[in-house]
């Protein structure tokens, strides 16, 4: 019977990465100029900032914060998700203010046709109960995805991303190269 279950669970997981590799194609330009922010205020964020700085990703606004006011010119959205309870604390936010930044921002997006690029780092460790709450409120308004593939252990991000573009990373690091092969 362990044959058995090992190979289904391999069965399903080489579908279900199959799919999400083949969304990868349908991966829309990073256009700049683009906002760059957090919900959660984890510091996945700044990690973010720095691999897309060495993928020479331009024009790239950095605000942890940022509100519907700040979208301007923006031509692409970079969210990261995951909650820091030390970001929350230094930032002066919790859960609920953090969401409804979070959906004004998602929902002024939307208004403008401002493409959403959520992205998640943090592993599966990184999406401990906060942080999956935070997902729950941005994930489905994601127009792509770029996800460690070790926060994606339980199919959520395949799930979400339904059949919307979906890039899983080996590792974080992976990130340089794919800002860099899908921004203008």
Do not use: W
């Amino acid at each position: 019977m362990t044959k058995l279950h090992t190979l289904l669970a391999t069965c399903a997981l080489t579908i279900g990465l199959g799919s999400a590799f083949a969304a990868a194609a349908d991966f829309p330009k990073i256009n700049s100029p683009v906002l760059l922010t957090s919900v959660g205020q984890s510091p996945d964020c700044n990690t973010v900032k720095v691999l897309a700085q060495k993928a020479k990703l331009a024009d790239v606004n950095f605000k942890p914060m940022a509100t519907d006011a700040d979208i301007g010119d923006a031509k692409t959205i970079v969210v990261t998700v995951g909650v820091s309870h030390k970001g929350f604390g230094v930032a002066g936010v919790n859960l609920e203010t953090e969401s409804a930044r979070s959906k004004a921002l998602i929902d002024a997006a939307k208004a403008k046709h401002v493409p959403i690029v959520l992205v998640h780092i943090g592993g599966m460790e990184g999406r401990e109960a906060m942080s999956q709450k935070m997902l729950d409120v941005v994930a489905p308004s994601g127009d792509a995805y770029i996800v460690y593939a070790q926060g994606n252990g339980d199919g959520y991000f395949n799930k979400v991303a339904g059949e919307k573009p979906l890039i899983l990373a080996d590792k974080p690091m992976d990130l340089i190269k794919i800002f860099a092969e899908h921004s203008k």
